[in-house]
């Protein structure tokens, strides 16, 4: 496709890797932190954040996930209610820093969603928000504390994410809905 080409792989991973320095700058040796992907593509991202927060501070980083659908009535339109299923979170959430990583964040309500089910299923000290795209657009007061590309993307475009695990290839495609 001729769709312009926001990262390449090398620059995802040097976005990965800058990220990574921001969590353990952020956190120092706190042993309270855990991973929280949201699935698809946000808990692959969360794994590769996972292999090099362990190896940075050479101790075990607990990985959970959530699985999030946006189901919008009718597809023209971009509000929704976002479902969130039943989710794998093998630690207690009491007392721990939280880190919830996903690909992109639009308009807030995907996280907005997770946050509601997180806080039913116990009680973080607090939680944060790792992405690897802000396509700018947000509909809330949610925020990244962690952005790999921010960018104010126009409505009538899709930041197509690609990522080894599900497509085949490392890549931030800009593309046309
Ligand atoms: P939000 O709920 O913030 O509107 O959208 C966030 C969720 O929808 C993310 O989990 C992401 O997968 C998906 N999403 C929204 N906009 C885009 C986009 O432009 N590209 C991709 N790949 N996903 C998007
Ligand atoms: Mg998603």
Not at 80 to 103: A, H, M, Q, W
């Amino acid at each position: 496709s001729n769709a312009p080409c926001l990262l390449d792989a090398k620059q995802m991973e040097t976005h990965l890797q800058r990220l990574c320095r921001e969590i353990t700058a952020a956190f120092g040796d706190d042993p309270s932190i855990a991973l929280l992907g949201i699935r698809t593509r946000g808990l692959h991202l969360a794994e590769r954040l996972k292999a090099m927060l362990e190896e940075v501070l050479q101790r075990d980083v607990p990985l959970g996930v959530l699985d999030i659908t946006l189901y919008r009535d009718d597809l023209s339109e971009l509000a929704g209610s976002p479902i969130v299923r039943p989710t794998e979170i093998p630690f207690s959430l009491r007392e721990r820093s939280v880190i919830l990583v996903d690909d992109v964040l639009f308009t807030g309500r995907t996280i907005r969603a997770a946050l509601d089910a997180l806080l039913d299923h116990g009680r973080p000290k607090r939680v944060w928000l790792a992405v690897l795209v802000d396509r700018g657009g947000r509909e809330v007061p949610i925020q990244g504390d962690f952005v790999g590309l921010k960018l104010d993307v126009a409505l009538t475009h899709r930041v197509a994410v690609r990522m080894k695990e599900a497509d085949g290839e490392d890549s931030v495609l800009l593309e046309t809905r």
